[in-house]
Structure formats: C-alpha cells, structure tokens
C-alpha cells in the first residue's frame, strides 16, 4: 500500500480547520468571494478530504457581493473559519470584510444543516474555544492576541464577559524584525493545558509556526517556534482515534494557490513538536491515495450542480439553469458586463498540481452579438479561450490579462456553432503556465494565443480556477450551453 505524499491536497485549501467527530474528520476552510461558502470537507483517515457540505449559499447581497454597479469582493468574503463541535452541535465561525462582521454558524448535521446564523462584531483570525467550565472563548487579533468571551450557545458576546489581550506582541518569540505580524490563531485545550498556535513571518524570512501555552486562559502565556520550514504554516492539531498527533497546516505555492501538508507531531515536556527533525516529511505514512475528491468532472446531466463547483460571487439564479436544455449547463446573459471578471454566473472548479487540464464543450447557437463564452484560469491575471461573435460572425479567441488589462492575443473565425476548449497547466516546481487551445471536433486541438504566465495576486488572494463563463457586451438575453467539463491530471 503506497501512502499519501505531502502535499495532501495539491489544491487551494486555505485557513484549514480540523477537527476529529469518533472516528470521522471534518475541515473547513477560505473560499473567499466564492459562492455558495465556507466548504465543510470530511475524511477517514486525514489524507483522502471530499466535500460534504457548505456553510451558506450567500451571506448577502450588497453590490460588492452581487457583482454590481462596478463593485466586487475578490479578495474578501468570508475568512479563515474556526470549525469546533460541542455537545452534538458544530460551529463554523468565520468574519466578512464586505459584511463587517463575525459569523456564527451552528447544526446538528454537518452534512445535511440547516445552519443556524448569528452575528458578532467583526474580529480578525478568531479561533473558539468550549472550556471545561462551561465558558465560551473566541481568541483573536494580530500581534497583540486578545480574548473574547461568548455566551453559552454562541448567539452573542457575554455581556461583561473577558475582553481583553492576553498575548502582546506575540510575534516577539521568531525576532525583532517581523514583516506579518503573528495571526492566525487556533486554540486547542489538551490535557488541561492551553495552546495557542499562531503564525507571524520574520522579514526576510519565511511563514513560521508558533506556539503558546498557559495553565490558565488568562495566562501567563510562554512561546516558542515550533515549525520554520519551506513556508509550511498555519493551521491547528488533530488526534487520532489511535491517540497519534497531527497538525494541518498549508503553505504557499505560487499560482495554483495556498495547500495543505499533514505534519506529524509528538509531545515533549509539555510542547508539540512537529515535523521530523524540524521539517516536514514527504511521506505521511497514512493511505493509500483514494484519487482528488475535491475537484470532478460534469456531463451535467443531473438535477442540480455537484458540490466541487462555486460560482464567482453570487449567482443569478434566474439565468442559469440545469433544466431548460437537459443534459446542458445553461448560462445566459442578464445584464452587459465589461469582461470576465464582472460577469455574472461564473462557474468555477479549483486547478490542481502538479499538472492538471480542464476541457468544454459548448454550444453557441443561442450566443448574440457582442457575447463572449468559454473557459477561464482565473484569478487577477487570468487568461481564457472562447467563441467571441460579432454580427454573424464567430470567432474563436485568446485573451489575457497579464498586463492588468484584458488583451485579445488571437482570433480565428469559424463557421461551427459546436466548438470544443481545454486549458492545460502546468505546476510543477512553480511553472504556473497554463496552455490554451481550441478544437471543432474535440479531437483535433490547435494552440490558441501564447501560454499564460499564472501570478498568484493579492488582490484576488486565491489560487487559479478553472471558469466557465458567458458574459455580454452589447445586448442581454443570449445563452450558451455546455455539454460538460472534464478534467484530468495527475492528482484525480
């Protein structure tokens, strides 16, 4: 039996969550702007993660969220959830820049809801804690780590309740010099003793991995460095039913985003150590690999759309649909747009290392003039190849937007209404290029346009996606279909 290698997920998994339910593993994390949010993810063995569930479909609908009136959330939306269960109900607590606040999402059933919301004031990284005595904490805060305390069901801040910091300037223990002060806070109880794991970057530096600890919750609070290798930082520990310990942590690797590592961990005077010789092993002993779960292919031949799809925002449930053609992903314009990234209903899959590709095929004949469909990587500078009509004419096209601006680099005019798309990218060892091309058979694929340079950017702080999109330029109403898309790489 070959067992899983690190990375274990080879795929955008961000801020993850983890917590162990008997025998079951649950883990949340970042999806940001992508809709519906907050992906409940479980697992058998820690190694081998589907998606189960989501937390919410939307959390509003400001402009921001909705893609209108010239406004977007790239980069925003829902952050780093703390995931807990306590006493047969599980939390999600995540906040919102758009929203300006802290959410509360709590279920009996992780995989089927409902989830029931409340909201708190906005705090940054917050991590929850259930103590013995029946309080309830959430930690947080960057640099100067603070405490707040919950009532008993979460619903609301404990009025005259803990309020207070109680690490100051918790990045001191990696150095003077710290570019990223220390965030990210998972707090865990284990064996009676507190442990806060946070993560801060010392400049010049690499993302690094503390640890705090205390006897009481109010301190006082020691430190240490307990990882400082390839960037591997961010996340809290998990137990086996075994009694064996584990950290899930993530590190940043270029375009196609922020991915998970399982580091094993054993105790020492009280501490977790992690890693193996301070580093991070290749091999996690745990398998055998059970194929990507999180990413899939669709003939969309089904009633609704498969849990590894989320759309760019919020959808426009009135212009897409799964029915009006059977067998065929319907999207059809609403409103004009400038481009792909203010267009409405866009389909999105997760790409994935170390090589993967993404093929469509679409049907063009309901496309009107000034429409542009087809497949995206996207991201800020993303790239995509698509049929682009202009009077009675269609064309299939390359664009980018390496330079900032979305540029078209080729056009071909075709007579089929049927065309066929594929993007193939490439990870491995940080190439980030993705190849577009187009065919009229689906056998037959011509190169279109030039490679395209994949750049992680901040502004959309999110690894590549594949995208499926239609938008329109001089008139709404039109609509393409997709037969299906199908992906193939080396992780599924």
Request: charged content about 20%; aromatic content about 12%.
């Amino acid at each position: 039996m070959e067992s899983v290698k690190n990375p274990i997920i080879w795929a955008d998994v961000p801020d993850p969550s983890v917590i162990r339910v008997g025998d079951t593993y649950y883990m949340t994390s970042t999806t940001m702007h992508m809709n519906p949010g907050v992906p409940v993810m479980k697992s058998r063995d820690l190694v081998n993660w589907e998606i189960v569930n989501y937390v919410y479909d939307v959390l509003g609908e400001q402009d921001e969220q909705c893609l209108e009136n010239g406004k977007d959330e790239y980069g925003k939306g829902s952050w780093a959830s703390s995931l807990r269960h306590h006493n047969g109900t599980y939390y999600v607590v995540f906040s919102s820049q758009t929203e300006q606040k802290t959410f509360v999402f709590q279920t009996r059933d992780i995989q089927g809801g409902p989830w029931e919301k409340h909201t708190l004031p906005f705090l940054h990284d917050m991590s929850l804690l259930f103590d013995d005595d029946g309080k309830v904490y959430l930690v947080h805060g960057s640099g100067d780590i603070r405490i707040l305390e919950l009532t008993s069901n979460c619903s609301a801040v404990r009025p005259g309740g803990l309020n207070q910091v109680i690490i100051p300037n918790s990045s001191a223990v990696a150095g003077d010099e710290i570019a990223l002060p220390a965030e990210g806070a998972h707090i865990h109880k284990i064996n009676g003793m507190y442990y806060i794991f946070l993560i801060t970057w010392p400049r010049g530096g690499m993302r690094t991995q503390l640890c705090y600890r205390a006897k009481k919750i109010l301190g006082p609070w020691e430190g240490r460095i307990v990882l400082q290798h390839a960037g591997i930082a961010q996340g809290g520990l998990v137990d086996t039913p075994e009694g064996k310990w584990y950290a899930l942590l993530f590190g940043d690797r270029g375009a196609v985003g922020r991915i998970p590592y399982l580091v094993p961990v054993h105790w020492e005077e009280g501490w977790p150590v992690f890693g193996v010789q301070g580093r991070v092993p290749v091999d996690t002993g745990i398998g055998p690999s059970l194929g990507l779960k999180i990413v899939s292919s669709d003939e969309f031949a089904g009633p609704q759309l498969g849990l590894t799809w989320q759309w760019n925002h919020n959808p426009d449930n009135a212009n897409w649909s799964l029915s009006e053609r059977p067998g065929y992903l319907r999207l059809r314009t609403g409103r004009l747009s400038k481009g792909l990234t203010d267009a409405r209903n866009t389909l999105t899959q997760r790409t994935f290392g170390p090589e993967c590709s993404g093929t469509v095929a679409v049907e063009t004949a309901g496309m009107r003039s000034g429409d542009c469909a087809g497949l995206a990587v996207l991201q800020e500078k993303y790239g995509f190849v698509g049929v682009k009509v202009c009077g009675t004419d269609r064309f299939v096209v390359m664009a980018e937007a390496s330079s900032g601006s979305c540029v078209e680099v080729e056009r071909i005019p075709v007579h089929e209404t049927r065309l066929y798309f594929q993007i193939r990218c490439d990870f491995q060892d940080q190439k980030d290029l993705a190849y577009l091309s187009y065919s009229t058979n689906g056998q037959e694929w011509i190169p279109l346009g030039r490679p395209l340079q994949m750049v992680y950017t901040l502004p959309h702080f999110m690894g590549y996606r594949f995208a499926l999109f239609n938008f329109a330029t001089e008139t709404a109403g039109g609509y393409a279909d997709f037969d299906y898309f199908r992906i193939a790489g080396s992780r599924t």
